[in-house]
């Protein structure tokens, strides 16, 4: 789990000035809840949910193939949003609260042309039993979990988290071990560790 992201973006407590027991506890509570909802991908593994939808979807060599895509093209999405936006927030953040969002939404255009991550994510699900709308939030919170818990993985292997042979501020800028962020990503939790292995293999001889 990524100790520095959980605690960076942690709802902060507030302070109750209710001089009624019932009502900050009931406060307590809400806050409590919202904030397992609303991190509950901070986990190190995926959830039950995520992997049944995973494992459905990788059945077969080229199922599998074409979801890690559909996710890799999803990541590229959301950076390149936010590279044209121009935005000054750290790049952290956004990939903290958007990262597969993009699979949730449709646009007339993707639609048509076929294109876009939703449209892809279409493509994959065709033929199979999942609810499509399901499968993208599942698949979104997902993303999100990876990032939290591969950041972690990387940046304690000192592996320097790049963007198209450009590197980024969300790891070392030690160049010995690089692996691309949509890479790292869209892969399986097996084919991770085995790219894992092999950058730090490498980047050791």
Known sequence: MSHAVSHGARIAPVPSTSSRPGRDRACHQTRRSLHRQQYQ?????????????????????????????????????????????????????????????????????NEIDGFGPRAMLDKVLRGSDLDPDAAAETLAAELKRRFASRRSRLRDACVCITWRGTHTNLSTLNRRAVLDVSTALSLGEDDFEATLATVTSVAQA
């Open 41 to 109: 991908w901070w986990q190190e593994t995926p959830t039950p949910k995520a992997n049944d939808i995973l494992e459905r979807l990788t059945e077969g060599s080229s199922l599998t193939r074409a979801l890690t895509a559909t996710l890799e093209f999803s990541v590229e999405c959301t950076i390149q949003a936010y590279k044209d936006a121009g935005r000054t927030d750290p790049l952290e953040r956004c990939l903290t609260y958007e990262l597969g969002e993009n699979l949730l939404r449709r646009s007339e255009r």
